[in-house]
């Protein structure tokens, strides 16, 4: 950090921003494999906030690497500060007063953790989306692990490089045997309460 700033206050804070929207603003960090169903599950969560009026947006992983973060790749430090850039946008977007959702397959505890010290550990709910590397490999939506096993691709989670699954998560979904309805339900259940505030 540069000694030569400082930080600027401002008068309209974040619980101004909440009263105005009508409900409490946090983050939802959707965690998996790829192939796991985090972007499908964010964005079908998003869709159902939206109808009951809540203001939300969601990051996504692939379309986060074709803007703010096209120039890193897939190696441990590039996924670090990866995961670091979408804590502080989050952050930003957590204090206007937006229920933000972001899928991104996150694989190390460290950069996790990291994610709750840039945001707040209490603006942070972290839900595992847990899906058997079987089940990932046989959707393979993108193709991505029939050529990482070709050795077309590197540090590819799952096969080249490790995923390190959340110890304490907020929420796990198992999407091996559930369908698509019934996690975004249990999504839903654990969202809704949380969203009421006191204002």
Request: aromatic content about 8%; glycine content about 6%; charged content about 30%.
């Amino acid at each position: 950090m540069s000694s030569h700033t400082r930080q600027q206050a401002y008068r309209i804070t974040k619980l101004d921003r909440e009263k105005r929207h009508g409900h409490r603003s946090f983050l939802l960090w959707f965690t998996g494999l790829s192939g796991s169903g985090k972007s499908t599950l964010a964005n079908l969560v998003e869709q159902e906030l939206y109808k009951r009026g809540i203001s939300t947006y969601c990051l996504d992983g692939d379309n986060i690497r074709q803007g703010i973060n096209k120039d890193l790749s897939f190696a441990p430090e590039d996924r670090a500060e990866n995961i670091r850039r979408i804590a502080e946008v989050a952050r930003l977007m957590i204090d206007a007063g937006i229920l933000t959702l972001a899928a991104f397959v996150s694989p190390y505890r460290e950069d996790r953790d990291k994610i709750k010290t840039i945001v707040g550990k209490n603006e942070v709910f972290e839900i595992y989306v847990n899906t058997s590397l079987e089940e990932c490999e046989r959707r393979d939506v993108k193709g991505l692990y029939k050529k990482a096993r070709a050795g077309e691709i590197e540090n590819m989670t799952g096969i080249s490089a490790p995923y390190e699954a959340p110890l304490s998560a907020d929420l796990e979904i198992v999407t091996d045997n559930q369908s698509v309805d019934v996690s975004v339900k249990k999504i839903l259940d654990f969202i809704l309460e949380k969203l009421k505030y006191n204002l």
